[in-house]
């Protein structure tokens, strides 16, 4: 096991594309975008070259040490290269083996949470190390032209559309590409006001990182603007040398009218235009909850699962963590299971 300085975290970097599941969120240069100081450890292949390693971030949580995400990161797993030759059997058993080494890496610490990306689907070195493993799904749209993928997309999705570009054209309504980052910041705070939660970071941290992003053409911020000049809606997409990832995004409350309406749809077909564009895969960066499923299932992306791994050595932590999840999850399944088909139809 080998950590590496800060001064070398250029090497790091350039392993990340090389790994499986290595993205963008495993890079040291964003995470230190946002004020954090990640470590990282690697292990070396008899040539000297890194062949699987750990970047970490720790925090405090649920009165232990933990790794954890940073904010408005998707995945922060373990990275190895992929095995190459031989058969799917060999390949499967030389990389089970280099990720239980990549796990060992980890320092003592009371709760390790990471969250693998979908290239990643072999949860069993994590099983065997005493993890909780738990499924989530995303929703990504391969590169295409937009006729192919745009053929896809719900009726009523397709419909409203067509209504808001139209409502948008003749209102005067405008999406403007790398605006205020400063403007965009409001519409984050005013959505978190209406629903109740905390920002991550501060304005100061989110307008250090924007910039830095920007430098290294890694992110781009889309907002529309009603015919008065009124931003409605915004999102920031970050972006590797696989995906675009919808990671923040704004919303202005109150009554909407013609286009305003369809501010949202309007955006996110702009983005994932964009995205394709440039070659990469759009991800929804998305949820499970039953309602932005079905929002994010509409545009015809493909379903991939996300696995979680968790291990929480205090029983205590692990205690009030399991309670908590029980309650979130499972607090509406006093009754009896009911069949039904909502979230099923065709929006």
């Known amino acids: 096991m080998e950590p590496l300085s800060e001064d070398r975290f250029d090497e790091w970097d350039q392993f990340v594309p090389k790994a499986k599941g290595g993205s963008l969120f495993h890079t040291g240069w964003f995470l230190r975008a946002f004020g954090q100081s990640p470590q990282i450890r690697v292990l070396r292949n008899g040539q000297g070259n890194i062949k699987a390693g750990l970047v970490l ?5 649920l009165a232990t040490s933990a790794v954890r995400r940073t904010p408005w990161t998707c995945y922060n797993g373990p990275l190895i290269l992929p095995s190459e030759g031989g058969t799917d059997r060999t390949r499967m058993g030389q990389e089970k083996q280099l990720m239980l080494e990549a796990l060992s890496l980890a320092p003592r610490l009371g709760m390790y949470d990471y969250i693998m990306a979908p290239d990643w689907t072999d949860m069993m070195p994590f099983l065997w190390n005493g993890f909780d493993t738990l499924v989530g799904y995303v929703y990504q749209i391969p590169p295409a032209p937009p006729e192919q993928w745009q053929a896809a997309i719900s009726k009523t999705q397709r419909r409203e559309l067509r209504q808001g570009k139209k409502e948008m054209a003749e209102q005067g309504c405008t999406i403007e ?38 430098e290294r053409d890694a992110a781009t911020l889309y907002v529309f603007w009603d015919g008065q000049h009124l931003a409605l809606e915004g999102i920031v997409v970050v972006r590797d040398w696989t995906c675009t990832y919808s990671v923040i995004p ?11 309406c369809y501010a ?55 205690a009030a963590w399991s309670l908590h999840r029980y309650w979130t999850r ?11 088909n909502k979230g099923q139809s065709d929006v």
Request: include cysteine.
């Open 330 to 340: 499972h607090r509406r399944g006093a009754g009896p299971l009911k069949a039904s």
């Open 177 to 214: 590409v790398n605006g205020s980052a400063e403007e965009f910041y409001e519409l984050v705070e005013g959505t978190a006001r209406r629903c109740g939660f905390r920002i991550p970071c501060s304005r100061p941290q989110f307008l250090k990182w924007w910039q830095v992003m920007r």
């Open 264 to 318: 949202q749809r309007l955006l996110m077909e702009r983005i994932i235009l964009d995205s394709h564009e440039r070659g990469l895969i759009f991800d929804f960066a998305g949820s499970v909850l039953p309602g932005v499923e079905l929002y994010f299932r509409s545009w015809g992306g493909r379903c991939r699962a996300v696995f979680r791994a968790v291990r929480i050595r205090c029983p205590w932590a692990y």
């Open 250 to 260: 704004g919303t202005r409350g109150g009554r909407r009218t013609g286009a305003g």
């Open 57 to 61: 971030t720790t925090s405090r949580f």
